[in-house]
C-alpha cells in the first residue's frame, strides 16, 4: 500500500497570511504516460461535514474552490497552499492517492486560526 | 444536484452484521464508480471498498477483506455494504463517494453523503 504522511499535524496561521501543508506519498503517484498525470487530490473537511474535494491531478481546482487555493508537486512530494487565509478555511486537510488500490489518504493536518 | 443519503448505521455486537445503503441521485448513477470510505470517531479517513460502474470488478481493503461485500442496484440508483463479523475496530462514520468522472474508478471523490454511524459495541 501506498502511504501517504502529512506535515505537520497541526498549524495555526494568521487571517490573511499563508498556509502552507505537505504531503509525501511513500513511493511515486505519477502516471508515466503521454499525458503525466499525478494521482494525487486534497479534501477539505469541516467539523460534522463529509470531506469536500478541493484539488485533483495535484493542482487542478474542482469548480467552484476558491483560488486562494493551489496545489503543487509531482512524484512523491506535494503542497496545498492557501494563498491568504479566511476563517472559514478553519478544517482538517487531507491529501489522497487514487494511483492505485487500495486509495489511501494522509492523517489530516488541523489548520487553525493563530 | 448530485445527493448520496447513508442509511443502515446503528449500534450492533461484536459479531453481528448490518447492511448500509446510499441512496443516489441528480446524476446517472449507472455511469460511475462508487466507493464506501469510513472515519473513526475523531480518526482519519480510510478507504473501505469500491465498486466499478457496471458492479463486475469490487475492491476491498484489506482489514475487511472476506467479512464487507459491496454491490450496487443500478436499477435502484442505490450503493450497498454488506458488513459481517464486525469488530469493534469497524466503529466508525460510513460514508459513500462517487468518482469525480464517470468510468470504472481510480478517480477522486467530487461527491459524498452525509455518512452513517457504526458503532460495534458489547
Known amino acids: 500500500d501506498i502511504v501517504m504522511t502529512q506535515s505537520p499535524d497541526s498549524l495555526a496561521v494568521s487571517l490573511g497570511e499563508r498556509a502552507t501543508i505537505n504531503c509525501k506519498s511513500s513511493q511515486s503517484v505519477l502516471y508515466t504516460s503521454s499525458n503525466k498525470k499525478n494521482f494525487l487530490a486534497w479534501y477539505q473537511q469541516k467539523p460534522g461535514q463529509p470531506p469536500k474535494l478541493l484539488i485533483y491531478?495535484?493542482?487542478t481546482r474542482e469548480s467552484g474552490v476558491p483560488d486562494r487555493f493551489s496545489g503543487s508537486g509531482s512524484g512523491t512530494d506535494f503542497t496545498l497552499t492557501i494563498s491568504s487565509l479566511q476563517a472559514e478555511d478553519v478544517a482538517v486537510y487531507y491529501c489522497?492517492?487514487?494511483?492505485?488500490?487500495?486509495?489511501?489518504f494522509g492523517q489530516g493536518t488541523r489548520l487553525e486560526i493563530k | 444536484e448530485v445527493q448520496l443519503l447513508e442509511s443502515g448505521g446503528g449500534l450492533v455486537q461484536p459479531g453481528g452484521s448490518l447492511r448500509l445503503s446510499c441512496a443516489a441521485s441528480g446524476f446517472s448513477f449507472d455511469n460511475y464508480a462508487m466507493s464506501w470510505v469510513r472515519q473513526p470517531p475523531g480518526k482519519g479517513l480510510e478507504w473501505v471498498s469500491g465498486l466499478r460502474s457496471s458492479g463486475g470488478s469490487t475492491y476491498y481493503a484489506d482489514s475487511v477483506k472476506g467479512r464487507f461485500t459491496i454491490s450496487r442496484d443500478n436499477s435502484k440508483n442505490t450503493l450497498y455494504l454488506q458488513m459481517n463479523g464486525l469488530r469493534v475496530e469497524d466503529t466508525a462514520i460510513y460514508f459513500c463517494?462517487?468518482?469525480?468522472?464517470?468510468?470504472?474508478?481510480?478517480?477522486?471523490?467530487?461527491?459524498w453523503g452525509q455518512g452513517t454511524l457504526v458503532t460495534v459495541s458489547s
Open positions: 463517494a462517487k468518482d469525480n468522472v464517470p468510468g470504472g474508478g481510480g478517480n477522486p471523490y467530487d461527491s
Open positions: 489522497h492517492q487514487y494511483y492505485s488500490i487500495p486509495p489511501t
Open positions: 491531478w495535484a493542482s
